[in-house]
């Protein structure tokens, strides 16, 4: 079984350049205009089968009155988490960096509304969501990038909205070679719970829940992270 620990980064050396945000996002939008299809193939209904992550979810919608609009923060071709959502009543907006996983969200759920765009640099005023779900969508990102994808939730984010996040658990970071077994390069990050903190509280979160589950038998074999930050009435200054 394929584990966090063997997973074949390759990973990036201190004197190594790294490429830029704008040029890993342009290899994650290639990975996943190519995996489109198998992603949603293979996880389209995941939801029916994750107790745990229907729960949380549950609590999560249960937050919001039935006005308060949902971002859904790199959706991916399923849309399924923010159906999930959007099934409770709730409106829901996701958003995607790849335009075939955009154009098969939109085939799969009619009655939500899917864009393309860029969870770190979003097309949408100042305070405009309710709630920001970002379901395994920062993995794709280098850590030292992640800390302006949190102030750009903060910035949509409404006073007293709440923020979910959820990543694998892991220490490492770099390129993978392929992506659902498509030979392409996509970047992959695995976070510490302690990390996972660090970007709520330096975003400007309060940080009311983090837990950290074991993979259920049919997941890859690498423990699960869920974070949710409420963004204050008053506003605070950035530290990332």
């Known amino acids: 079984m394929e584990t966090a620990a063997n997973i074949q980064f390759h990973k990036v050396k201190v004197d190594e350049k790294m490429d830029s945000l704008e040029e890993t996002n342009s290899k994650t939008r290639q990975a996943y205009d190519l995996a489109a299809r198998k992603y949603h193939d293979l996880f389209h209904d995941e939801m029916n089968e994750k107790e745990y992550d229907r729960n949380l979810l549950d609590g999560f919608a249960g937050k919001f009155s039935k006005d308060a609009l949902i ?10 988490i923010g159906r999930y959502v959007f099934e409770k009543g709730l409106p829901v907006i996701g958003i995607d960096l790849s335009e075939k996983c955009v154009e098969s969200a939109r085939r799969n759920n009619p009655g939500i509304r899917f864009e393309r765009g860029d969870i770190g640099r979003m097309e949408f005023a100042g ?22 994808i949190f102030r750009e939730f903060y910035r949509v984010l409404k006073p007293n909205g709440y923020l979910l996040v959820v990543v694998k658990a892991g220490n490492s970071e770099g390129y993978l070679p392929e992506l659902l077994g498509i030979k392409t390069e996509i970047y992959m990050s695995l976070f510490s719970e302690e990390e996972i903190s660090g970007y709520f509280e330096h975003g400007g979160f309060h940080l009311e829940f983090l837990e950290k589950r074991t993979p259920y038998g049919f997941e890859i074999n690498a423990d699960r992270i869920y974070a949710i930050g409420k963004k204050p009435d008053v506003h605070f200054p950035l530290g990332l």
């Open 127 to 148: 305070e405009t969501f309710s709630g920001i779900i970002a379901y395994y969508s920062i993995i794709d990102t280098p850590k030292k990038y992640v800390g302006r």
């Open 71 to 80: 971002c859904d923060a790199g959706c991916g071709p399923s849309g399924h």
